[in-house]
């Protein structure tokens, strides 16, 4: 957030500083009758100067806080405080005002009254607007600055909830996965201890890597590509032959970031409502390409198809598909597509488009 903030105070800057002497340089025009061009040299020679030492005054002043008080939040503010910034403006403007008429006098070979000859009522105008100018400009600022930091703020806290809210998400999944694998366990356990044995071995080896894995709100490909074989494997010791795993990553896609455990609920709904009610089984195919500049993730299954699954499998809650479609939504926006299918052949096909 803060390059941003940084970036946006600048062009402010920048762009307050031109409009304001713009508008000076016309009204000197308008009010005085002085050659158009040569107004908006003066407007500017003083206008710049003056925001150049204001910027850097409130700088010094923010640094020197800093210094005494600890908080480096004071630097971020739109605004150190008035009543310290005040005197700092009166400064800024006396010595803009002297140096942008010694300047522009200089360029245009002009030759202006003395700033300290305040005896003159022109003088005494002159400095009376342009401080009035600079009091005026620095209350524009001010509140351009802090709407925008109300904005940046608003933003932040709206991330910030989104985030929480895939933590959330992601939390979810941790259990939803656990319960069914426990369940097969459960079962195991009394008909072929030896092999349950094996299973729990491998739930405790997926678990350490899958909890670690969470930690983080994205992780390579190859690594999401790496809990799913560990997660097949527990599969494959409930299911035996009946399952045959094709995972199908080509190395130069390994490295793309995507939100950890991404894949995961596809794997199981293709394994609990595809392949465990066929009778035969099938193979599950897990597959990464790209394709016209964009990530295709696709989970595929060669048994029941959506019909026959729905008919043939437990009812499920759909907890794993509204996760997928959701976290989706959170990170890529419109940007992301997610489709299940039935394949011509048999089974069902979910697929994922994502920026790559």
Request: glycine share 10%; hydrophobic share 50%; net charge neutral.
């Amino acid at each position: 957030m803060k390059p941003q903030r940084s970036a946006y105070n600048w062009r402010v800057h920048l762009g307050g500083t031109v409009g304001i002497c713009v508008v000076v340089g016309l009204l000197n025009y308008l009010f005085r009758g002085d050659a158009f061009w040569l107004g908006m040299l003066y407007a500017f020679a003083i206008g710049v100067q003056i925001s150049v030492y204001v910027s850097l005054l409130q700088a010094g002043v923010g640094h020197l806080l800093v210094r005494w008080w600890g908080d480096a939040s004071i630097l971020r503010r739109p605004w150190v405080s008035w009543g310290l910034m005040l005197p700092c403006l009166l400064l800024a403007s006396v010595v803009g005002y002297t140096g942008g008429i010694w300047l522009a006098d200089l360029i245009s070979g002009h030759q202006s009254l003395a700033p300290w000859d305040v005896a003159d009522h022109r003088v005494t105008r002159s400095i009376a607007f342009t401080l009035l100018a600079s009091v005026l400009g620095s209350m524009v600022f001010f509140w351009m600055f802090k709407l925008n930091a109300l904005r940046l703020d608003q933003a932040e806290a709206l991330r910030q909830a989104a985030e929480a809210r895939l933590a959330l998400l992601q939390s979810q999944l941790e259990p939803h996965m656990l319960f069914n694998t426990l369940a097969h366990l459960r079962v195991l356990i009394k008909l072929q201890p030896d092999e349950a044995q094996q299973m729990l071995d491998r739930l405790i080896d997926y678990l350490r890597a899958t909890l670690q894995a969470s930690r983080a709100t994205e992780h390579a490909l190859a690594e999401e590509f790496e809990r799913l074989s560990d997660y097949l494997a527990l599969m494959q010791l409930r299911m035996g032959a009946r399952l045959r795993v094709r995972l199908e990553l080509p190395a130069e896609l390994g490295g793309i970031a995507i939100p950890p455990l991404l894949l995961q609920p596809l794997v199981e709904n293709a394994v609990k409502h595809g392949l465990e009610p066929h009778e035969a089984g099938g193979e599950l195919r897990v597959s990464a390409t790209h394709q016209g500049g964009r990530l295709v993730l696709e989970v595929a299954d060669s048994g029941a198809g959506l019909g026959e699954a729905n008919a043939l499998a437990p009812v499920g809650t759909g907890f794993g598909l509204a996760q997928v479609r959701e976290r989706l939504a959170h990170r890529y926006g419109d940007a992301a597509r997610f489709e299940l299918t039935s394949q011509p052949g048999g089974g069902s096909v979910a697929r994922i488009e994502i920026p790559s």
